[in-house]
C-alpha cells in the first residue's frame, strides 16, 4: 500500500504547476478563514478584557448588562443582599466606569476607571512597579502597561494628572492579562476614590464580584440574585454573553459569516477546479491503471490520499501564514485584536476537510465512471 | 503438446439497442495456445478491439464464455476480474498511455507497485525489464523525452514487468514508422515469446504480419479464418 501511495503522491507532487496551484488555493483559503476567525476572536476576548482580568467566578449585575464596559449602576443595598446569601464566601463591589483625563499638556484623554474594593482589593493588576498598599495613598492610581499606556504620556510613579478636577498620582504600573478593545487606557483605584472622583448617576455599583463557597452553591445564589431582581452570571457566562452580543447585535457575526464563506467559496472554487483539471488530464492515465488490474478501491484511495495531502498540507501553510501576520502585526501594535484559539483551528481544519471532500468526490465519480474499454477504443 | 492459454465460444457483443443495435462481435470462437504470438487482423471496425478487450478481462460480452488458464474469467467479480488481469495479462495499448510525470523506471514498475511491491523494491526490479526491452540508460526520464519506438518499448517493459502468462498488445504500431514497428514486433517475438506466454497482436499493419505465428481475420464481427504461420 506504501507503494501506492508513493505513486499517488509522485503523480501529485511532479506536476508542479498544478500542485502549486492547488498549495495556493487551499493555503489562500485557510488563510482567510483563520484570520477572520482569529480577529473575531480576538476582538470577542478583547471585548471581555475586565471580566478576565479582574478574574471575579461570579458577577451580579443589573439584567440589562449586555457587556462589561456598559454596565447599570445597583444601589448598596444589592451588596449587603448578595453578601447574606447561602453559599456566598465573600462579595465585593466593583466600579467600572469611563472618565476623561487632562494630562500634563492640557489634553484630554478618556480613560477606562476601575474602582477596586476597599478592603480586599479584588481583582486588583499584577504590578511591575510601585507597591500595591500605595493605592491607599491620596490620589493614588494604578496606570496599565498595554498598548495604550503611550496615551496617558508613559506615566512612571509620581507622575500626575487630572481627573474631573481632582490630582491623581501614578502609584503603580501593572500589567494585566487581557487589553480592552475600545483603545482607552486603564485606570486602578479604590472603589471610594472612583465614585468620589468620577461624575456617576445616583447608583454606583457597577457590579457586585462574588466568591461562591463551592461550585454547588451557584445555582442557588443565581436563584436569589434573580429573586432580588439582578442577574449573576459565572464569568464564563459573562464572557459568553458579551460575545453574544457582538456576534448577535452588532452584525460582526454575521459579517465574520460571510467573509468566512466567502473565503470557503474561493478556496473551493481553486482548489476543487484545480484538482478535478488535474484527474481529468490524467483520466485515461487512471483508465490505463484500471484496465492494467487496479482495483476501484484502490483508485479512490490514491485520490482521496492525494486530495487530503494537499488539504492538509494547505492547512499548515494557511495556519503558519496567518500566525506570522498576527505576529507580525504585533510587533507594531501590541494589542492587536486577533488572537488564534483551538475552536479558529478546528474550524478551519473543518472548512478545509469539506474542500478536499467535496473536490475528491467531484474527482472519484469522473474516475469510477471511467472504462477500461475506451482506454483500448482510444 | 502445448497448453490451452485462451478458449472464447460463442463470444458476442452489441452496443445500443433497437434501431441503434451494433453487433461488433457475433458468436466468435477461439482458441490461443501458450507459446503461440496470435494476430487479430482485419480492417477498422471489424471488431478487433472490441474481442480483444473481452478475451482480456475488459469488456463484459453480451454471450459467450471466455476461459483463460481454464477459469471462466466472466464468472468472477470486479475485484477478483482486476485481480486476474494484474495477474496474468500485460497490457501494451496503442497510445501507450505512459505517465508524463513519471520516469521512464517507475512507469515500468507501476504493475509491481500495484501488486504490493515496496517502491524501492518495484523499481529495482523495473530495470531489470528495462534493461531487457534496451533502455537501461533511459530510465531517469521522462517518458517524452523519449521517441515513439522507446515509449513503446517502456509500455512494453511495464506489461511484461508483472510476469503476465498473456501478453495484450493494441494496434502496436499504429504510432509508429514501418521500421520501428517491425524491429519491435522482431523483439517481442525473439525476447518476450516463450513457450509459458502466448501474445495476442490487434492490428492492420501488413508489414508486421511476418512476425506472426497465427493470424486470424476478423471481418464484420466475425472471425473468418486462420492462417497457421511459420513460429
Redesign the interface.
Known amino acids: 500500500?506504501?507503494?501506492?501511495l508513493?505513486?499517488a503522491f509522485?503523480?501529485l507532487v511532479?506536476?508542479k504547476a498544478k500542485f502549486t496551484a492547488l498549495l495556493l488555493g487551499i493555503t489562500f483559503a485557510v488563510f482567510l478563514i483563520m484570520f477572520i476567525t482569529s480577529m473575531f476572536s480576538g476582538v470577542l476576548n478583547h471585548a471581555s478584557s475586565t471580566i478576565i482580568n479582574i478574574g471575579a467566578s461570579m458577577w451580579v449585575m443589573d439584567p440589562a448588562v449586555q457587556t462589561v464596559t456598559n454596565s447599570v449602576g445597583m444601589p448598596d443595598y444589592v451588596l449587603d443582599a448578595v453578601r447574606s446569601i447561602q453559599g456566598v464566601k465573600y462579595a465585593v463591589p466593583l466600579y467600572s466606569g469611563g472618565a476623561l483625563v487632562k494630562l500634563s499638556d492640557g489634553t484630554y484623554q478618556s480613560a477606562t476607571v476601575i474602582g477596586l474594593d476597599d478592603t480586599s482589593l479584588f481583582g486588583r493588576p499584577t504590578l511591575l512597579e510601585g507597591k500595591i498598599e500605595d493605592i491607599y495613598a491620596e490620589n493614588g492610581f494604578i496606570a496599565v502597561r498595554d498598548a495604550e499606556f503611550g496615551k496617558l504620556e508613559n506615566p512612571h510613579v509620581g507622575s500626575e494628572f487630572e481627573l474631573n478636577d481632582y490630582r491623581g498620582v501614578i502609584v503603580g504600573i501593572a500589567k494585566v492579562t487581557s487589553s480592552g478593545l475600545y483603545g482607552t487606557p486603564t485606570l486602578y483605584t479604590t472603589y471610594e476614590r472612583a465614585i468620589q472622583y468620577v461624575p456617576n448617576p445616583r447608583y454606583t455599583i457597577s457590579y457586585v464580584l462574588v466568591e461562591p463557597k463551592s461550585a454547588s452553591d451557584i445555582p442557588q445564589i443565581k436563584k436569589q440574585v434573580e429573586a432580588l431582581g439582578y442577574r449573576a452570571r459565572t464569568k464564563k457566562e459573562f464572557m459568553q454573553r458579551t460575545a453574544d452580543f457582538f456576534v448577535y447585535q452588532t452584525g460582526g457575526g454575521t459579517n465574520m459569516l460571510i467573509m468566512t464563506a466567502i473565503s470557503f467559496i474561493v478556496g473551493l472554487s481553486i482548489s476543487g477546479q484545480t484538482f478535478y483539471t488535474f484527474i481529468l488530464e490524467?483520466l485515461?492515465?487512471f483508465?490505463?491503471?484500471?484496465?492494467?488490474?487496479?482495483?476501484?478501491r484502490?483508485l479512490v484511495g490514491m485520490i482521496l490520499f492525494q486530495a487530503t495531502f494537499t488539504a492538509f498540507t494547505g492547512y499548515g501553510l494557511g495556519v503558519g501564514l496567518s500566525a506570522l501576520l498576527i505576529w507580525l502585526a504585533r510587533l507594531r501594535l501590541a494589542s492587536y485584536a486577533a488572537m488564534m484559539t483551538y475552536g479558529d483551528l478546528a474550524f478551519g481544519f473543518a472548512m478545509v476537510v469539506l474542500i478536499a471532500a467535496v473536490s475528491s468526490y467531484v474527482a472519484v465519480q469522473r474516475v469510477l465512471k471511467i472504462?477500461?474499454?475506451d482506454?483500448?477504443?482510444? | 503438446m502445448p497448453k490451452v492459454a485462451i478458449q472464447a465460444s460463442g463470444v458476442t457483443k452489441w452496443f445500443g439497442e433497437g434501431d441503434a443495435k451494433t453487433m461488433a462481435v457475433n458468436e466468435v470462437n477461439l482458441e490461443a495456445q501458450f507459446g503461440e504470438m496470435v494476430y487479430i487482423v482485419g480492417p477498422s471496425g471489424s471488431g478487433k478491439t472490441t474481442l480483444l478487450s473481452i478475451l482480456s478481462g475488459i469488456l463484459r460480452p453480451n454471450s459467450g464464455s471466455v476461459l483463460v488458464e481454464g477459469v471462466d474469467i466472466w464468472g468472477l467479480d470486479s475485484d477478483q476480474l482486476a485481480d486476474f488481469r494484474l495477474g496474468k495479462i500485460g497490457f501494451v495499448f496503442q497510445d501507450y498511455h505512459l505517465f508524463p510525470r513519471l520516469t521512464t523506471v517507475e512507469n515500468a514498475a507501476i504493475p509491481l507497485i500495484l501488486k504490493g511491491k515496496n517502491w524501492e523494491e518495484a523499481v529495482r526490479e523495473a530495470g531489470k525489464y528495462l534493461d531487457i526491452v534496451g533502455l537501461k540508460t533511459r530510465a531517469d526520464l521522462p517518458p517524452v523525452k523519449l521517441s515513439g519506438g522507446e515509449q513503446q518499448r517502456v509500455a512494453i517493459a511495464r506489461a511484461i514487468g508483472s510476469q503476465p502468462d498473456i501478453l495484450i498488445m493494441d494496434e502496436p504500431t499504429a504510432s509508429l514508422d514501418g521500421d520501428t514497428g517491425q524491429a519491435i514486433l522482431s523483439f517481442v517475438k525473439k525476447n518476450i515469446l516463450n513457450e509459458n506466454r502466448c501474445i495476442l497482436v490487434v492490428t492492420h499493419d501488413e508489414r508486421i504480419y511476418e512476425f506472426a505465428t497465427r493470424i486470424m481475420n476478423m471481418e464484420d464481427g466475425r472471425l473468418k479464418g486462420s492462417e497457421v504461420r511459420a513460429a
Open positions: 500500500m506504501r507503494g501506492i508513493r505513486l509522485k503523480l511532479n506536476d490524467n485515461e492515465r483508465g490505463a491503471l484500471k484496465a492494467i488490474g487496479t482495483r476501484n484502490v472504462e477500461p474499454f482506454i483500448f477504443r482510444g
